[in-house]
């Protein structure tokens, strides 16, 4: 059994050290608030207290629990908490779509390796609400993977479903997920419709008691197709052409795949691969979620075994597999796992880190903006979880909970971010509107540039400059 065992063993733990990475999440700082509201004050985060945009809207909070137990963590640990939580919860969320497919270990480990390759923008700034919502989905592929064996495990869903809708949204593929498998189930044995039915009835239920009741599936649908999103906001544009053409070529091979295979029970799983590619071309974040799907499904196709022997011989399989766990280990010991040691030593290290990702936190800046009087900052959107997290006694202009918030002018947040960094026209009429006192934006933007070539023309000085950021202050 130890064995059988060591390769896997040493796998997962490679995996626990490539996602000990250092919490770079722009949306970090405003889910830290949010569990602090909880905790201290024992109320919900669901109206906008930190922004001036929309001030006190009303919004739909998916992910109190994960807010709920992120903040304790991070008061206690600080960043090394948050990357040890990170590297728990996704080897859990491998571990569970490891056990999801029998037997393949060598193609399991390779499946993983490829899922966290495609979807590493995903992966890659740390713990983040999605990661549950990642995690929720490989337990729903173990439980589907079991319940043909045990039943008993079916009534499991409910409550997975119950923690889900309280998590993340991602709680909305989940339920299409488990409706495609059980309105399968019916089609192949009418017998089964109660039985099948109740379990639907009775997830979708559970996720009904959250605080917002039926306005969880609202404010994702929204999220996924009313709001245009995949215009304004990095995580939900489409994936640039290389992974577009792996998610087009696989999609493509195991439709047919699918079709080949005898029965109704493998030819409709042709309909969820389509699913999943269209979700998955539609945003980047659902990328992973594609993935894991596609390998699940392909490794229980009854052709896959005959394929995959003609592929690979059985004995040279266990090589593989001590070379491919080998080179994962080498890597994440000598490069990936000091950067994060490194990241998680200090804010200021952290920051220098976002640095090189491209966020480039106003670290200085907000500690020149302490030593100021209280008032209202125009911030650059990516920084505003930062913001609203290490200046609680400012309110900024926007951050990465509004983009798809309804505004009167029907207008995104984010598009009237965007007018006023790029200073398009009418840009210092809404800086007056919202009573802006400071403007903490990227050094080079359009308004910094415009601020300097016409400041005898505008009531700002600047009083703070470093190389990525700069603050402005009303004359």
């Excluded at 992966?123 to 337990?139: D, E, N, P, V």
């Excluded at 304004?232 to 290389?242: D, K, R, S, V, Y």
């Excluded at 026209?425 to 300097?452: A, H, K, M």
Aim: include cysteine.
């Amino acid at each position: 059994m130890n064995k059988i065992w060591l390769i896997p063993g040493l796998f997962f733990f490679s995996l626990f050290l490539l996602f000990f990475i250092s919490p770079t999440d722009p949306d970090l700082g405003w889910h830290l608030r949010c569990g602090q509201v909880f905790w201290e004050n024992h109320s919900f985060c669901n109206q906008n207290q930190f922004s001036i945009l929309l001030e006190n809207y009303s919004w739909v909070n998916h992910a109190w629990v994960y807010q709920a137990i992120l903040f304790p963590i991070f008061n206690l640990f600080g960043l090394w908490g948050l990357s040890f939580f990170n590297s728990i919860v996704l080897v859990l969320c491998f571990l569970f779509f490891y056990l999801s497919i029998k037997d393949y270990q060598f193609e399991k480990m390779l499946f993983i390796l490829l899922i966290i390759f495609f979807g590493w923008t995903v992966f890659s700034s740390g713990i983040k609400s999605q990661t549950f919502g990642i995690l929720f989905f490989a337990i729903e592929l173990f439980l589907i993977y079991k319940m043909d064996k045990n039943r008993k495990l079916v009534w499991f869903f409910p409550l997975l479903f119950l923690i889900w809708a309280n998590t993340h949204g991602s709680v909305l593929l989940g339920s299409l997920f488990l409706g495609f498998f059980l309105a399968r189930n019916i089609i192949l044995s009418p017998k089964s419709f109660w039985n099948e039915t109740s379990i639907f009835v009775s997830s979708f239920l559970a996720t009904l008691i959250n605080p917002f009741g039926l306005n969880i599936y609202v404010d994702a649908w929204y999220h996924f197709g009313a709001a245009s999103l995949d215009k304004l906001i990095a995580e939900w544009t489409p994936p640039g052409l290389f992974i577009y053409s792996v998610i087009f070529i696989t999609c493509l091979a195991l439709f047919f795949f699918c079709i080949k295979n005898p029965g109704f029970r493998y030819k409709s799983l042709s309909f969820l691969v389509l699913i999943f590619a269209f979700a998955a071309t539609r945003a980047r974040r659902n990328i992973p979620f594609y993935f894991m799907v596609v390998f699940f499904i392909l490794l229980q196709l009854p052709k896959t075994e005959s394929a995959l022997q003609k592929w690979i011989q059985c004995g040279l399989r266990k090589k593989l597999s001590y070379t491919l766990v080998m080179l994962l280990l080498f890597f994440v010991i000598f490069f990936s796992l000091p950067i994060n040691i490194k990241s998680d030593s200090s804010m200021e290290n952290l920051w220098l880190r976002s640095s090189a990702s491209g966020l480039n936190y106003p670290y200085k800046a907000v500690e020149f903006l302490k030593t100021q009087s209280v008032g209202h900052v125009f911030n650059v959107y990516e920084w505003g979880g930062f913001l609203i997290w290490n200046l609680p006694q400012d309110k900024i202009f926007v951050d990465g909970r509004m983009p798809a918030w309804q505004t009167p002018s029907n207008k995104s947040p984010y598009t009237i971010y965007l007018e006023i960094i790029q200073a398009r026209p009418g840009w210092q009429e809404t800086v007056e509107e919202y009573n802006i006192s400071y403007l903490l934006i990227g050094s080079g933007t359009f308004l910094d540039l415009e601020l300097v070539a016409n400041s005898k023309k505008y009531s700002w000085k600047e009083s703070y400059r470093d190389k990525f950021s700069v603050v402005y202050v009303k004359k």
